[in-house]
């Protein structure tokens, strides 16, 4: 569950779509790097970063 700050949080990341507090929709733009970066073995981390990775 996302709190408030955290909603807003996500919704100025461009990587986003969409947030609610149950649930995050991605870019597809977001969602194709991410695959590729996971395919060439970048595994995903809680912390956030690959979000910050591929802003912009």
Same mark, same amino acid.
């Given at each position: 569950?996302?709190n ?5 949080q996500?919704?100025g ?12 929709t991605?870019? &597809?733009?977001?969602?194709?790097? &991410?695959?590729? &970066? ?7 981390n809680?912390?956030?970063?690959i979000?910050?990775?591929y802003?912009?």
């Open positions: 569950m996302f408030e700050n955290e909603i807003k996500l919704e990341n461009p990587n986003v779509e969409n947030v609610t507090e149950k649930s995050i991605y870019s &597809a733009k977001f969602k194709l790097r &991410a695959v590729k &970066a996971y395919k060439e073995g970048q595994t995903p809680l912390d956030g970063d979000l910050r990775s802003e912009g």
